[in-house]
């Protein structure tokens, strides 16, 4: 099916009874950091910002960034960490995890910044009744680059994946990084050559040769308070930092004391344990639900699909990198300590045949997974920019398709939370106005023909049957759709 040339924008979908209502807060293109209540209405934009993601706090401030490295040097570093408040003033920053002279640039310092960070309060970056991220005070975790050798991965310049706690004065107080924790992945030898080899080199401006995003790491939080600490499990201790690679379809739990690797999910979905859960892939967004959310305790993961993985050839990866290939989306909530699947949304809840449709719930990168105070999920759909809402039975009750695009024409979103109105006292609560679902089928922009026509002939009776073959019709889940 290709891309509509036309289609809506906006939020296409609200049931104010049983949505969870609030502000929700994204990367609005190369616009800013953008605001919207459940209408689509944009409230507020922070121009010039860079949401990677973007973050509120209670009071309507917000953390992001200023700028981003030239991509001629480095791959998606971000200049700085900053918190900003209502008007975008800088009110906290941080700059310092590293001098860098590039090559017709003044010499400056770096966050190095990507993909993730946590604000001391709260473990995972979206509202939790009781754990309010600090807005003036506290450790701020951050998800960062080093560039570095390690021959026991490659004889390549490695873009390696580590993880910072700094004060609130900005001095760095822990850090981990993940080459130092190679023997501790779970890679077996064919992933080992196969690294060794090419450990996803990304080759660009000067850098020569490149450098291997061996993991990419996408995503870092705190575990938090949870259930299983509180029987007496260790590895899930409130401070321990899980995270997520795509590159390697790796999920896992880092000991912040140790720093050792407590508990892992993948690279190897074929082990006996983990077959029922079937491949995860080129995942993003892995946290623990927080304490006083439905779920809570278990793992939420957008399993994006796509590509990742290191291994065996095979033949659509001849040479055994992205050994692993799935074309649909799945979210995941899994239980950590028995690894059984506590819910999930999947393209057979949205409502698509499958597996001839399984494509159409499909971001194959970025993209993200919220569980809501209700029971709810937010989801991130991300590379077609649609944002969706439904309940723990899977009915869509909030949509949402992002009319901002970047200079690629392309209107992604990279993450996207939902805060309580009392997170942003600067703006009155709006008035929360039904979306009702359009029936597709009826629905034609102005001056397109009726449904029907005046030449009908059926065939029906005239078709031979075909032993085992089947007509199965579906509707487009969430197939509301309003023009704007």
């Not at 993940?178 to 000067?206: C, I």
């Not at 309580?420 to 106005?433: D, F, G, S």
């Not at 059926?458 to 049957?465: G, I, R, Y």
Request: hydrophobic share 35%; charged share 20%.
């Amino acid at each position: 099916m290709g891309h509509s040339t036309v289609y809506p924008t906006g939020a296409t979908v609200y049931n104010p009874a049983k949505a969870w209502s609030g502000y929700t807060v994204f990367q609005a293109g190369d616009e800013g950091v953008v605001l919207i209540d459940m209408s689509g209405k944009e409230v507020h934009l922070w121009q010039g910002l860079i949401g990677f993601p973007a973050k509120i706090l209670p009071g309507g401030y917000v953390l992001g960034s200023t700028g981003r490295r030239d991509p001629k040097f480095g791959i998606q570093d971000n200049v700085d960490l900053v918190q900003v408040d209502w008007d975008g003033n800088v009110v906290w920053k941080y700059n310092s995890y590293e001098h860098i002279a590039d090559p017709g640039y003044e010499p400056l310092w770096y966050a190095r910044q990507h993909h993730d960070y946590q604000r001391e309060g709260n473990p995972v970056g979206y509202y939790a009744p009781g754990l309010e991220p600090s807005a003036n005070s506290g450790k701020t975790l951050i998800l960062a680059h080093k560039n570095l050798h390690n021959h026991q991965i490659s004889d390549k310049q490695l873009l390696d994946d580590t993880i910072i706690e700094v004060d609130w004065e900005g001095k760095i107080v822990w850090e981990w990084a993940a080459s130092d924790h190679f023997d501790e992945l779970g890679f077996d030898e064919a992933a080992r050559n196969v690294l060794f080899r090419d450990p996803n080199t990304r080759s660009f401006g000067d850098l020569g040769g490149g450098v291997g995003d061996w993991l990419h790491i996408n995503s870092a939080s705190y575990v938090g308070p949870n259930k299983f600490y509180d029987q007496g499990d260790e590895r899930f201790h409130p401070d321990n930092i899980i995270w997520d690679a795509r590159e390697a379809n790796i999920i896992a739990i880092t000991d912040k004391r140790t720093g050792a690797i407590v508990w892992r999910l993948g690279p190897d979905y074929s082990l006996p344990e983990v077959k029922h859960i079937d491949w995860i892939i080129g995942q993003h967004h892995a946290h623990i639900i927080p304490k006083g959310l439905p779920g809570e305790g278990n793992l939420l993961v957008f399993d994006n699909g796509g590509w990742g993985g290191y291994g065996l050839p095979n033949p659509s990866s001849p040479f055994g990198q992205k050994n692993a290939l799935r074309d649909h989306s799945r979210v995941l909530e899994i239980n950590p300590v028995t690894l059984e699947i506590e819910w999930q949304y999947t393209s057979a809840e949205a409502g698509f045949s499958v597996p001839t449709d399984s494509y159409k719930f499909y971001s194959p990168y970025i993209s993200s997974a919220q569980r809501l105070p209700n029971g709810n999920t937010l989801i991130t759909e991300g590379s077609n920019g649609r944002l969706f809402e439904v309940t723990a039975e899977h009915e869509l009750v909030w949509e949402y398709i992002s009319p901002y695009t970047d200079r690629r024409n392309t209107n992604m979103v990279y993450r996207s939370y939902r805060v309580p109105y009392t997170w942003v006292p600067q703006l009155a609560k709006p008035q929360e106005n039904a979306i009702e679902l359009i029936d597709v089928s009826t629905f034609r922009v102005p001056g397109a023909a009726p449904k029907g026509s005046d030449s009908v002939v059926s065939v029906a009776t005239t078709l031979p049957f075909m032993e085992g073959a089947a007509c199965v019709a579906t509707a487009d889940e969430g197939g509301g759709r309003r023009t704007s």
